[in-house]
């Protein structure tokens, strides 16, 4: 699980700004204890804020370190894809990025710091006995290895002042740094964070630019395909009193999630269509998504392009959700709110609640404006972000908005809207008004 996150000179990230998962209140079921640890972690991350705050960049930066691990290995031989501030000294300081992260109980910190030309420095490290030992530290291109991993030693050979030594380290069999890779690898990204396409992908120019994540949709899709059932991967909630998880196969437990929504779908068809070109008049078969839906005693299966924008962001989460869930990963969603109703983004958030629905601890960090959400938050699963006079991203947690205990009785959404934690797009209509004529 996800303890804290720190990034800064990333985008509108000037200063350090760090998101915590720990938990300030402790007495409820969303707050997993962590033994090993000493605290209780968080399965849900809220970030608020006005329009241009920096929100989406807070999320992106923990996207960016994920990308990053993935793939300095293979696409970073001619430069490093970051985007510092751009103001003041931004340019031409480097970035940094830590995270902290439990693996099987135990505590793993990862601190790197990189500019757009070399990384700098790097180090893993973990806390075995609660004591910080070293993993591997590499500043430039000298690298050093903890003791007894032999395992790693390759890692040298394939170091480049551009490369990643958690990219490298991580494909040598040594678990102590492939099991914390592999928990950064598996962090999902949704919505509109934006990331960087490899050289030689589809953009606009080419090379490094920005891109929408994916919707989710193949993700989900596999669940449902006939092709996998003979490959079922079962969800093992061996505390579930009912059974109703651990009984069943992949398809089920998806077309489960589906009809929680209520959307008026029963079922999920995946099949052949041949289709026809009308330049060459070849004949090519290519796989059809269609939803069922129920209309009385009658049902129709309808093409996924004729669904509503909210039935295709639900039907997209699917996989990514049932996916973290089962390994404890980590789901990133940017503006959850833009196409989802509030009473599915809230049933959403209840799911990761529950240790029943959600027994490894997977998290949910995400992005909104839907206020109607803060009912179903505690005080310290909330973020709010401000922009600054220097257009630089400040983050605050709500449970200690501006050195002030928040009370956990507060109504989160009553005092948002009234300004109590700021955070709010300040409206003045009066140049608009100038421009269009109306005063003087």
Known sequence: MLIRFEASNYRSIAAGVELSMVAVDRDREAAREQPRLGESLLTLAAVYGPN???????????AWLRDAVEDSLRFWEDDIPLEPFAFGAGPTEPSEFVIEATVDGVRFEYVLEIDASQVLYEGLFHYPEK??????EREGSELKLQRGLGALSGTRELLTERTLALSVARRFDEPLVS????????????????RRAPPGASSFGGGWRSRPRFSGRADTARWFDVRNNDQLSLFPLADDEEGRWSSLSRREQALALLRLADLGIED??????????????????????????????????????AESEGTRTWFGLIGPVLTALRSGSIVIFDELDASLHPTLSAELLRVFQSPVTNPYGAQLIFTSHDTSLLNHLNRDEVWLTEKRLDGSTRLGALAEFAGERVRK?????????????GALPQVDQTEFLRALGLIG
Request: proline fraction near 2%.
């Open 131 to 136: 004591k910080r030992r070293r993993i591997f």
């Open 268 to 305: 999920v068809v995946i099949d052949e269509q041949e289709v026809v070109y009308s330049g060459s008049g070849e004949t090519r078969t290519q796989r059809r998504l269609r939803l069922v839906h129920r209309s009385g005693d009658n049902s129709a299966p309808l093409d996924f392009s």
């Open 52 to 62: 241009a705050s920096g929100k989406s960049n807070v999320a992106g930066a923990l």
């Open 409 to 421: 009785s507060q109504n989160l959404e009553n005092a948002y809207l009234h300004g109590r934690f």
């Open 179 to 194: 099991n914390f890779a592999r928990n950064i690898l598996r962090i999902q990204v949704l919505g509109q964070v934006p």
